[in-house]
Nanobody, 121 residues
């Protein structure tokens, strides 16, 4: 059974940093891409970042480029999202998700339960 468990969320002031982790079980990072999505109140869920399984290629939404960094530790079967220079508009529930392909297609087969990130002074 595939499980994705996010951790590392919380409350941070504008300009601060957080690192989200997504620990996977029942599945390995070597076979499918994995990404981070977020959903703010009253808004649709949007893709934030993704890392492919084959070559570790990464992609980012324009709104987070230069501020967020996705990475993975295959030995720990864990994906990370380092979030720097956080803004109030980054406030959302963040989800990690397994792609249906080895590359970042944006189609998801499994979702994590989500974790709250709040950026506020």
């Amino acid at each position: 059974q595939v499980q994705l468990v996010e951790s590392g969320g919380g409350l941070v002031q504008p300009g601060g940093s957080l690192r989200l982790s997504c620990a996977a079980s029942g599945w390995t990072l070597e076979y499918y891409a994995i990404g981070w999505f977020r959903q703010a109140p009253g808004k649709e869920r949007e893709g934030v970042s993704c890392i492919s399984s084959s070559d570790g290629a990464t992609s980012y939404a324009d709104s987070v480029k230069g501020r967020f960094t996705i990475s993975r530790d295959i030995a720990k079967n864990t994906v990370y999202l380092q979030m720097d220079s956080l803004k109030p508009e980054d406030t959302a529930v963040y989800y990690c998700a397994i792609d249906t392909n080895y590359y970042c297609s944006g189609y998801v087969s499994y979702w994590g339960q989500g974790i709250q990130v709040t950026v506020s002074s």
